[in-house]
Each structure stands twice: as structure tokens, then as C-alpha cells.
């Protein structure tokens, strides 16, 4: 019995650093370890049970992710797959690790900011300063709702001129 335990946890560990290796097809440099999505890891005599949460209800990457997740699991020999979607509690993007941060300002797209803890459309201002994964000045404004996908705004450094992403939670 006791071996038994042992053994699932071996196997547990073994397809969390699987998960490492899927990234998000939005934004290549993160993980979906980075972004937090990852809530769950199952395996018992059945197959494997991943749950996520979706960053935000209706991100069309989700699918995606999902399809990923299931073909790094079946080329590394899982079989009986299944992807459990856990909408409640909602992602924020407080579950996003630090390393991640540092990923996607490295990318040029500026992280959710310290203070944006909770997606929620009542507290999230968007007038709240941003700052430029550039040259690090707050002094920019955002120039659409939408940047290269529905999940990231445009801004734009009114120091540096350089416009760029700013990764939203809904
Ligand atoms: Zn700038």
C-alpha cells in the first residue's frame, strides 16, 4: 500500500515537470506552470486527471492548451487522459509565478500589475499606470482594449514611444 503511494507520487511529479514543457500558444515563453492555470494533479488506477482554470472564461488558447497538455502526456506514454475545467475560484493573476513576470517583460509585454490581484471588472482600473516593459517608465497610456489577442491590451510608452502588450485577466 505504502509503495503504492509512493509510486503515485513519483508519477505525479513526473507529469507536473511534463507540464513545464507545455507553453502558452499566445505567449511562447510561459509555461502553463508560470501562468498558474494548472490546479491539479490526479493519477490513479484509471489514467491521469489534470485540472485548470481557465485565465479567463472563454479564452480561445484554453482549447488549445488543453490539446497540448494531452499530446505531451500521451508522446511521454500516459494513456486515458482527462482535462477537468475548474472555473471557480476564478484565476488571477496573482497565480502567475514571479519567474513568469520576469518571462513575459523579458518578451516585451508588460506583467499584471501588483496591484491588479483580483479580475474583476469593478475593481480593475484601467486607468491604472502601467509600466513599460522598455524602458520601465509608468508614464504610458493604453491605446486599445484589445493588443495582439483578446487576452492583452496596447499600450503605448509616451517616454520610450514603444508601444506594446499589456497581459489583462479577462
Ligand atoms: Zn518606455
Not at 505504502?2 to 502558452?24: A, F, P, R, S, Y
Not at 485565465?55 to 497538455?69: E, K, R
Not at 484589445?146 to 506594446?164: I, V
Amino acid at each position: 500500500m505504502q509503495q503504492q503511494t509512493i509510486h503515485i507520487k513519483q508519477e505525479e511529479k513526473k507529469i507536473w515537470d511534463l507540464l513545464g514543457n507545455v507553453t502558452d500558444p499566445e505567449v511562447p515563453v510561459l509555461t502553463i506552470l508560470d501562468l498558474g492555470i494548472v490546479r491539479a494533479v490526479g493519477v490513479n488506477d484509471h489514467g491521469v486527471e489534470i485540472t485548470i482554470t481557465p485565465t479567463y472564461s472563454g479564452c480561445p488558447a484554453m482549447d488549445m492548451i488543453a490539446t497540448n497538455i494531452r499530446m505531451e502526456l500521451l508522446a511521454a506514454g500516459y494513456e486515458n487522459i482527462a482535462i477537468k475545467n475548474v472555473l471557480s475560484p476564478a484565476w488571477t493573476t496573482s497565480w502567475m509565478s514571479e519567474a513568469g513576470k520576469e518571462k513575459l517583460k523579458a518578451y516585451g509585454i508588460a506583467p499584471p500589475s501588483d496591484k491588479q490581484q483580483v479580475c474583476s471588472s469593478d475593481l480593475f482600473s484601467p486607468n491604472e499606470a502601467i509600466q513599460c516593459p522598455q524602458c520601465q517608465s509608468y508614464h504610458t497610456e493604453r491605446i486599445s482594449e484589445f493588443g495582439s489577442t483578446a487576452c492583452k491590451s496596447l499600450y503605448q510608452c509616451l517616454d520610450c514611444r514603444e508601444p506594446f502588450d499589456y497581459f489583462k485577466c479577462h
